[in-house]
């Protein structure tokens, strides 16, 4: 059983900056695409951050400039730091991993994608 297990969320004032981790297996971290996803209360799941297996990144115009996705082969990590957060940052954080790479710009259920994590909750207060 393939498990994601996200790390890092908590409470932060704007401006401030938090880093998630998400743990996977070996084999999901070097062969799939990893994402980052969140949902705001009442939203819809967006993506945030993307990283096929060729290392390429894509990020959601939300949050170019301000967020880095990594990984870290050694920890068996997924990263993503976020810095100068903002109110409307405030949601629930995912990671997820499947074999085919999806745009942050897309819409995609959560069938969409093989293995998502339970999820961290970041809130930014202004």
């Known amino acids: 059983q393939v498990r994601l297990s996200e790390s890092g969320g908590g409470s932060v004032q704007a401006g401030g900056s938090l880093r998630l981790s998400c743990v996977a297996p070996d084999d999901v971290l070097s062969n799939y695409c990893m994402a980052w996803y969140r949902q705001a209360p009442g939203k819809e799941r967006e993506g945030v951050a993307s990283?096929?297996?060729?290392?390429?990144?894509e990020y959601a115009d939300s949050v170019k400039g301000r967020f880095t996705a990594s990984k870290d082969y050694a920890k068996n990590t997924l990263y993503l730091q976020m810095n100068n957060l903002k109110p409307d940052d405030t949601g629930t954080y995912y990671c997820a991993a499947d074999r085919d790479c999806f745009s942050p710009h897309m819409r995609v259920d959560v069938d969409d994608l093989r293995y998502w994590g339970q999820g961290t909750q970041v809130t930014v207060s202004s």
């Open positions: 990283i096929d297996v060729d290392r390429s990144i």
